[in-house]
């Protein structure tokens, strides 16, 4: 990670120079004056992006995602149905407390065979939900570490659980019943992985279909069948 000038900074977000400052001096933007120079760390650009994600509606989400499809010029991601596959779901997940949750999530995504040391990355699921818990109102939970593992991962990976009773998973007295646990290989798929599934949950129809299911197949089809709908309205 390195750190950022206002030029750089508003070519990677496809931003104005003013743009920025305007953000940086409003508060909007992380970023300190050194020199009377705006500076930016791209880690802390990374975390604001991924605030972002967490709290806003969908019209800010759609802002949001273009900026990470720029950002990721050429790349292509492979789709989260085929990140998150049958073997990486569990229905019902058989958990009742936030560390029982962790830790049967992390198991789960050791099933794709692209993850390993599952108590490792539960740590840093834990540390994380510590910092900021990643629990949403509408029942679901984004589980996922601070920073990339990638001394525990071959690929990125993305597990799904459904409890048959909701969890008091936060501080916040929320409950939640659906789990994702977002195993990320580097930082740019994590932030795409991560907006692409707020949006997703953010179909209420989703919810109720996966809340609905019988089967990790049939569960596994609303969720191929909800990130295909977001990519015809972004696409």
């Not at 930016?40 to 991924?50: K, V």
């Not at 990320?184 to 129809?205: C, F, N, P, T």
Request: aromatic residues 4%.
């Amino acid at each position: 990670m390195e750190d950022l000038d206002v030029p750089k900074l508003a070519e990677y977000l496809h931003l104005t120079p003013e743009q920025i400052k305007k953000m940086a001096v409003r508060g909007r933007l992380p970023g300190r004056r050194i020199g009377g120079q705006w500076r930016f760390s791209e880690a802390e650009i990374h975390h604001w992006l991924e605030e972002q994600i967490g709290v806003s509606d969908a019209n800010e989400l759609d802002k949001v995602q273009r900026v990470l499809d720029r950002a990721a010029g050429e790349v292509t991601d492979r789709p989260i149905h085929e990140l998150c596959t049958v073997e990486t779901a569990a229905l019902p997940l058989n958990a009742r407390t936030r560390g029982s949750v962790i830790r049967s999530m992390c198991d789960l995504a050791t099933q794709s065979g692209l993850m390993w040391d599952a108590p490792a990355m539960a740590e840093a699921v834990r540390v994380r939900e510590t910092m900021h818990p990643t629990a949403l109102d509408c029942g679901v939970a984004l589980l996922h570490p601070r920073r990339p593992q990638t001394s525990l991962l071959a690929d990125s990976v993305v597990a799904l659980g459904i409890c048959p009773s909701a969890v008091p998973f936060s501080d916040t007295g929320h409950l939640t019943d659906i789990f994702f646990l977002i195993c990320s290989y580097d930082d740019s798929s994590h932030l795409r992985i991560l907006a692409k599934l707020s949006r997703m949950v953010a179909d209420g129809e989703m919810l109720t279909n996966l809340r609905q299911s019988q089967s990790v197949p049939e569960a596994w089809a609303f969720l191929r069948q909800a990130e295909e709908a977001v990519d015809d309205v972004l696409n």
